[in-house]
Nanobody, 123 residues
């Protein structure tokens, strides 16, 4: 399974971006899909996750109400809509796919990772 993340860029505080994660070699409906981020000098942290059929979503407290994860299983693509961006959202964002039995927040439980896309929020 290969994951290809895209959509990062430079945006001013208060702006929006939409990240995409395309799955190939497998179908996104098979996996729990998650977005994580890693800022320089910090560990990779959970941002959002969505279950296999897209019916349930989960968010880190730091992004709740500002970010929205969604998936289109027909297109094998997962999205992360990011609104009201803050400078502290600056990081490399990674999408992951997990075969775990339920939605999980831990990077170690994700089996496949995309290459990451950089999001920079200027103040």
């Amino acid at each position: 399974v290969q994951l290809q993340a895209s959509g990062g860029g430079l945006v001013q505080a208060g702006g929006s971006l939409r990240l995409s994660c395309a799955t190939s070699g497998g179908t996104s409906s098979t996996y729990i899909m998650g977005w994580f981020r890693q800022a320089p000098g910090k560990e990779r942290e959970f941002v959002a996750a969505i279950d296999r059929d897209g019916g349930s979503t989960y968010y880190a407290d730091s992004v709740k109400g500002r970010f929205a994860i969604s998936k289109n299983n027909a297109k094998n693509t997962v999205y992360l809509q990011m609104n009201v961006l803050k400078p502290e959202d600056t990081a490399v964002y990674y999408c992951g796919a997990s075969t775990f039995y339920s939605v999980t927040y831990y990077p170690s439980t994700y089996d496949y990772w995309g290459q990451g896309t950089l999001v920079t929020v200027s103040s």
